[in-house]
């Protein structure tokens, strides 16, 4: 079946640090792969997307390249904010299936 | 009101009780989901409903027992519930249930925080 995997948290990073996390995936055919976000209070939202081998899905300065020989998506931010502590959710969608999500990562930018 | 809402946002109920959970969407889509989010877990997918009909059931429970009255609504009744089904409870909906990525992108609403004593 499909599944997600991504890195534990809780990160913690300062200001303007660079951000990964990472990301891999099990699934059957050629999944769309997502990045969604959770800020506090508030329910998940589209980060970005990617729907096929080499696609660069970007957003906000976030950016996560489909690369389906690593079956990976990891997320990276070359400069990141306080404005962006929030858990963040790696998902996938085989065809004709719902979104599996991964378990989620707590970022935390300190000033 | 835009977007996807619930209500109500925190609830408190005994495992005798009986409540709802109601999520309602202004985006005219037709298709609806309920996801249960526990704290280091992935989202759980617990119903989808798609032209007010249930087109998947992963497994859940017989004391969670939603219901769709028109492609705008969805309720998720509770009864006798346990302590261990406490957890935020998201709604989602999208334009529809299958298609390309455009398609079927899920817009969430901000969830029901509940706890079961």
């Known amino acids: 079946g499909d599944s997600v995997t991504q890195m534990e948290g809780p990160v913690t990073l300062s200001e303007e640090a660079f951000l990964t996390i990472n990301c891999t995936y099990t699934a ?21 997307k990617a729907t096929k081998a080499d696609d660069k899905g970007s957003n906000k300065g976030f950016e996560a390249t489909y690369r389906k020989e690593t079956t990976s998506f990891h ?6 904010q306080v404005s ?8 996938l ?3 004709a299936r719902q979104l599996t999500f991964g378990s989620g990562t707590q970022l ?3 000033p | 009101e835009t977007g996807v809402t619930q209500t109500p946002r925190h609830l ?4 005798t009780n009986k409540k709802s959970l109601k999520c309602e969407q202004h985006l005219g889509h037709n298709a609806m989901y ?13 119903f989808v409903y798609n032209f007010k009909e249930q087109t998947e059931n992963n497994s859940v429970p017989s004391r969670f027992s939603p219901e769709c009255p028109n492609s705008s609504h969805l309720f998720l009744h509770l009864h006798t519930l346990q302590p261990e089904d406490s957890a935020l409870y998201l ?21 029901t925080r509940l706890t079961v004593l």
């Open chain 1, 84 to 91: 962006d502590s929030a858990v963040y959710f790696c998902a």
């Open chain 1, 108 to 110: 935390t930018v300190l």
């Open chain 1, 93 to 95: 969608r085989s065809p």
């Open chain 1, 28 to 48: 059957t055919g050629y999944p769309s792969l997502f990045w969604y976000v959770q800020y506090p209070g508030e329910g998940l939202q589209l980060l970005l």
């Open chain 2, 91 to 111: 709604c989602a909906s999208s334009p529809r249930i299958a298609g390309g990525p455009t398609y079927n992108e899920q817009f969430f609403g901000p969830g």
């Open chain 2, 34 to 46: 309920w996801y249960k989010q526990s704290a280091k877990k992935p989202l759980e997918l617990m």
């Open chain 2, 12 to 15: 408190v109920m005994g495992m």
């Open chain 1, 75 to 80: 997320l990276e931010k070359g400069s990141v």
